[in-house]
């Protein structure tokens, strides 16, 4: 069987979203088929400017076929685009037009998918939004799988995604949130699908004390691993924490570790680390106490999955609909909607460390049970096989 | 206050949490301004240590003035407490999803009275089209019925003039026959005539 994975970038640079969940399915599922990733030579995704020279090349053992992006986004334009189609009235005309600005537009991938299609078995796509989901989608529906990695957020209500949503023979969701939410906008219940996720590699040589002595840690901290962006509610993870220090006094610091496009409070407890390795990654989150996960929109936490891996719980926003649904399916983590609130489930967690063991063994748990890559490998082949036996009865 | 109650062994997340925010609604509810500050505070890069006030104690004439504030405005406290207590964060966003499809709903409108209203023009324009042509065919009607009158008309003149034809051809032939007779006639008289003479010239 040849699958195809067609995501909007893909490169060891790339940490994080559908792009690496995109290169660890590739990576997993090549153990059990003929794996191809067709994806664009872009690498910054707000502009989509082409960065990598060559058209093929191999990815750990992955085989990359690269397009151009022949037209590049302007960020201005696709702002003023997406204000006006998410606050007036319009015609579909001009959600095709937002689509086109945000790109990345490379029409010699959609060129490829229509010319080559009899080569692939499947066409797994990894986020709805993009222009190669779309146009991808339109070309080849009848072979078809979409991890639509959708989040709550506006873009999702647009009329063009509603059709989209019918056009896929399998659905990979995230989440049980994520179902639920295609589900209610498009009433697509009917077509093939499960909540999969994605599975986390979790180093063997874990250290705690590695990382304290490595940054020179005094005391307890707590951790934030991702992009620092407002988008991703760090600034009111600053806000509340500066506020918890205050009204308890306590000690504890805030660890952030990530690249930033926010300005972070200049305070002796808040220490930004910078883009860190992957192995100094796992041995924070092994030192820290806890997770903070601010984010307003995820479809899949995979930093919080991690943490759930190592045994450590998790404190996250409840205006996200999926890490509330992950804490309370998981029972490993503790949510909060203000100030208060995160102010009442932080003191919580440090006061008690039999809590954190308890709500860490849960973590373990969940993770064992729903994101180990044996699990989300045989969900993968569940599908497959239940498409190809939908293929003979056509047949 | 109640301290949470939790059971290591089943840890239930969402007991926890109705624990914890049954605690912060517990709580005495704090002004506006009090309410901000921690806000304030938290937004600033480097907080500032405030200055105390030597006589504000917690018995201090600050705290005094406090509680006879209270006192006094004891009958307007649930007044007090539905103006300060903070809209849910859930709510808010409820309002704002409203808010939102008003607006919408409001663009909506204005772009459908607009429409509506080049529709009763459209309308208008179109009802006086159909009027005029259904002028033009009444006229049409009227010009056709007249002819088909005409017609009649003629048809009743040619059919007559074909009957008086007809009789005046009859009465021609019959003429005809009675002048032959007469001429016939004649011709015996004036044999007739020509006998006599010839007997009484004799």
């Known amino acids: ?395 | 206050m109640v301290p949470i109650q939790i059971d290591y062994n089943h840890i239930d997340v969402s007991n926890i949490m109705d624990q914890i925010k049954a605690q912060i609604a517990e709580r005495p509810k704090a002004s506006p301004l009090e309410l901000q500050q921690p806000l304030r505070e938290g937004r600033s890069v480097e907080p500032q240590p405030q200055p105390q006030p030597e006589n504000e104690g917690p018995a201090g004439p600050r705290s005094r003035a406090k509680r006879i504030m209270l006192k006094v405005m004891k009958p307007f406290a649930p007044l007090i407490k539905f103006l300060v207590l903070p809209v849910h964060e859930e709510l808010r966003q409820t309002i704002l999803s409203l808010d939102r499809t008003n607006r919408r709903l409001d663009s909506l409108c204005a772009t459908m009275e607009e429409t509506q209203r080049r529709l009763d023009i459209a309308v208008e324009d179109v009802n006086q089209r159909v009027n005029e042509t259904n002028n033009r065919v009444d006229e049409a009607f009227l010009q056709i019925s007249r002819r088909n009158d005409y017609i009649k008309l003629l048809h009743n003149l040619s059919h007559n003039i074909v009957v008086e034809l007809t009789k005046l051809k009859i009465e021609e032939e019959s003429l005809k026959s009675k002048a032959r007779i007469m001429e016939k006639d004649f011709e015996f008289l004036q044999k007739r005539e020509k006998a006599l003479e010839k007997l009484a010239l004799k």
């Open chain 1, 1 to 395: 069987m040849k699958l195809a994975l067609v995501v909007q970038r893909y490169g060891l640079e790339i940490s994080g979203g559908a792009e690496l969940h995109c290169r660890w399915v590739a990576e997993h599922m090549a153990k059990h088929a003929q794996v191809e990733v067709l994806t664009t030579k872009a690498y910054d995704y707000i502009t989509w400017k082409n960065h990598y020279p060559h058209d093929r090349e191999v990815i750990n053992g992955i085989p990359v076929r690269r397009f151009p992006v022949d037209k590049t986004r302007n960020p201005e334009r696709f702002g003023r685009i997406q204000n006006f189609v998410l606050q007036n009235e319009h015609r579909e005309t001009d959600e095709l037009r937002w689509l086109d600005e945000e790109g990345p537009h490379a029409p010699a991938l959609i060129a490829h998918l229509k010319e080559h299609r009899e080569e692939y078995d499947y066409f797994t796509f990894f986020s709805y939004r993009y222009y190669h989901s779309y146009w991808g989608l339109q070309t080849v529906p009848e072979k078809s799988i979409l991890v639509p990695t959708a989040e709550h957020d506006p873009v999702v209500h647009l009329r063009i995604f509603r059709n989209l949503f019918h056009l896929p023979q399998a659905f990979i969701y995230n989440s049980v949130e994520e179902r639920k939410m295609i589900n209610s906008l498009s009433r697509n219940e009917t077509i093939l699908g499960d909540i999969v996720g994605v599975g986390s590699e979790i180093p063997a040589d874990i250290s705690g004390e590695r990382f304290r002595s490595k940054y020179s840690v005094v005391g307890d901290y707590i951790l934030y691993i991702g992009r620092i962006d407002e988008n991703k509610g760090c600034h009111k993870l600053f806000e509340y924490f500066l506020a918890f220090k205050k009204e308890t006094g306590s000690p504890v610091k805030l660890f952030l570790a990530g690249s930033t496009v926010l300005k972070i409070p200049s305070h002796p407890d808040i220490v930004y680390l910078g883009f860190v390795s992957e192995q100094d990654k796992f041995d924070a989150l092994d030192g820290a106490l806890l997770l903070a996960m601010p984010s307003f929109y995820e479809s899949l936490s995979m930093v919080a999955v991690e943490a759930w891996a190592l045994g450590k719980p998790v404190l996250a926003n409840a205006q996200c609909e999926v890490l509330k649904g992950q804490c309370l399916r998981s029972n490993a983590g503790l949510f909060y909607e203000s100030c208060e609130e995160f102010s009442e489930a932080l003191k919580l967690l440090l006061s008690s460390e039999k809590l954190r063991q308890a709500m860490g063994e849960n973590g373990r748990q969940y993770f064992g049970q729903n994101y180990t890559w044996e699990v989300i490998e045989g969900k993968y082949l569940k599908i497959l096989d239940q498409l190809e036996a939908r293929k003979r009865e056509g047949a």
